[in-house]
């Protein structure tokens, strides 16, 4: 059985799929960037495994639950006759993270990269499907597996990457209608660009902020100090 994430929330989950939304954004600097590059380097990791390890973190913080569920959106093209084909393909993979307080920051991170590619084997296998076969309990204001979703573009390795002013457009980015959280996170002229979407029924806009500012602050220290336990980042 899949966890739910009891996130704190400001106000009492509603039961509609249509929530409102909001949305806050902010870049990473080019030296701050480089901090995550190096220490997917180091880690033998890829940067968006590495941005979807820190946020399962910030997750099982602000939850105080070490098993947690993320969604993770993929382009669905793993078969070689897709690669080149026109259309949209995405689908999203369930992504159980266990957050383990007595794991050091460093074995945490592998486990992140060995489950992420154990997942990616089977990201052909379409969601609805994939719920149709657990069959999960329906909640009230909540969707069927899980609640979040991590949505990686990395526009740095592809041919026709989008100019400056579209880095957040709609092309790129996953709408947060009917979820509680959307992070969206673009890679682009060698920097992290992130849009973080929220259903505004469910948070304020300060809560949202203080989101932001721990992301921030866990970023800084898991890279800086992959030797710690998890329970030791701030």
């Given at each position: 059985k899949?966890?739910?994430?009891e996130l ?6 509603v039961?509609?799929?249509?929530k409102?939304?909001?949305?806050i ?11 995550i ?8 990791m ?10 399962g ?13 993320i969604g ?5 093209r793993?078969h ?5 084909s ?28 060995e489950f ?7 990201q052909?296998?379409?969601l ?8 999960p ?43 509680d ?11 992290l ?12 806009d300060?809560t949202m ?6 992301f921030k602050?866990?970023?800084?220290e898991?890279?800086l100090l992959?030797?710690?336990?998890v329970?030791?980042?701030?």
């Amino acid at each position: 059985k899949l966890p739910l994430l009891e996130l704190p929330l400001d106000y009492n989950r509603v039961e509609t799929k249509n929530k409102k939304t909001k949305n806050i954004s902010f870049n990473l600097s080019i030296e701050q960037t480089e901090l995550i590059h190096n220490f997917s380097k180091t880690n033998l990791m890829t940067t968006q495994m590495a941005v979807l390890g820190f946020l399962g973190i910030l997750i099982s913080r602000l939850t105080s639950q070490e098993d947690i569920v993320i969604g993770n959106v993929v382009n669905g093209r793993a078969h070689l006759d897709l690669e080149n084909s026109i259309g949209n393909f995405v689908n999203v993979i369930p992504m159980k993270i266990g957050v383990r307080k007595a794991m050091t920051v460093q074995e945490y991170f592998s486990s992140i990269k060995e489950f992420s590619i154990k997942a990616l084997e089977n990201q052909a296998y379409p969601l609805e499907r994939l719920i149709d076969d657990l069959l999960p309990d329906r909640q009230k204001g909540r969707q069927p597996l899980f609640d979040v979703l991590f949505n990686f573009m990395n526009y740095d390795e592809q041919d026709n990457v989008l100019s400056e002013e579209k880095e957040h457009t709609s092309s790129s980015l996953i709408t947060s209608k009917g979820f509680d959280l959307v992070f969206n996170v673009n890679s682009y002229k060698n920097r992290l660009h992130f849009n973080f979407q929220y259903c505004d029924l469910l948070f304020s806009d300060e809560t949202m902020r203080g989101f932001v500012k721990g992301f921030k602050t866990l970023i800084a220290e898991c890279t800086l100090l992959d030797k710690k336990n998890v329970s030791e980042v701030n």
